[in-house]
């Protein structure tokens, strides 16, 4: 092996385990956050959610900050996860890349409701012209439109999965068993997303049989690429090394 490929290859190394630190970040924030929504939000009941909202401050602050962090990091991951595969499919790569970066847009624009609905309940100087059970009604509006824009990104990060999945499969930079697992989640997500808008009363058993994939593939692929990196085929390198 040249120098010159030694030190790409070492690149590609470095970037694949920076990867994986970020997946498993994305990943446990991505359990967080949500957890505490569901946790917090009470259906058809304004007043009560906004009582739990009240009681617990810190909490929903807490998952308003890890929804911040999620949509930073997804970003960055775009771009990672493009240089590292470049190389098993461009035009794959950056259709990849590009409907990570759509979810992360669609969450982060639908961010703002949720720290609009944290400012109607614990602000309310924010807007005082209002009575409080206005407040809470705006507030859990917020939230529900949050929850729904929520849904609409998985469609984007479902289809992110599988194709990413698929440049897995293809490149074998991983055991390929991730690469079929990640497109099956893919799947799931985007099958999940879809169902919680337009089928009534969906939910339970099927979501956790469509979404069981993602826990399995992602947290798989984010501590293999995080303790081993990547296989390297000689040669194959990301583009993007310097």
């Given at each position: ?44 009941d304004?007043?009560?959610?906004a ?16 929804w911040?962090v ?26 990849t ?9 669609i969450l ?5 409701d949720?720290?609009d ?22 507030a ?19 289809a992110?999965l599988?194709?990413?999945g698929?440049l ?28 919680s ?16 994939p ?19 085929t ?8 310097t």
């Amino acid at each position: 092996m040249s120098a010159s490929a030694y030190r790409d290859e070492r690149w590609t190394q470095r970037l694949a385990r920076t990867t994986g630190l970020l997946y498993l970040v994305v990943f446990v924030l991505g359990m967080f956050a949500p957890i505490v929504l569901e946790r917090l939000l009470v259906p058809g009941d304004p007043a009560g959610t906004a009582g739990n909202v009240l009681a617990s401050p810190g909490l929903f602050g807490s998952s308003l900050v890890s929804w911040v962090v999620i949509v930073a990091v997804d970003v960055a991951m775009a771009a990672t996860f493009y240089l590292i595969l470049e190389p098993a499919g461009r035009a794959l790569s950056l259709v990849t890349a590009a409907f990570r970066f759509v979810y992360a847009a669609i969450l982060g624009t639908f961010l703002l409701d949720l720290f609009d609905a944290f400012l109607l309940l614990t602000r309310p100087e924010h807007a005082a012209h209002l009575a409080a059970v206005e407040r809470q009604a705006m507030a859990f509006s917020a939230l529900e439109t949050f929850s729904a824009g929520f849904l609409l990104a998985l469609v984007f990060f479902g289809a992110h999965l599988a194709s990413l999945g698929v440049l897995l499969y293809r490149s074998r930079y991983v055991p390929r068993v991730l690469g079929v697992v990640l497109a099956a989640a893919g799947v799931g997500y985007v099958v999940h997303g879809l169902a919680s808008f337009f089928l009534a009363g969906y939910g339970g058993a099927a979501t956790a049989v469509l979404l069981a994939p993602a826990v399995i593939g992602e947290l798989g692929l984010a501590l293999w690429m995080l303790v081993k990196g990547v296989r390297i085929t000689p040669g194959v390198v990301s583009a993007g090394a310097t």
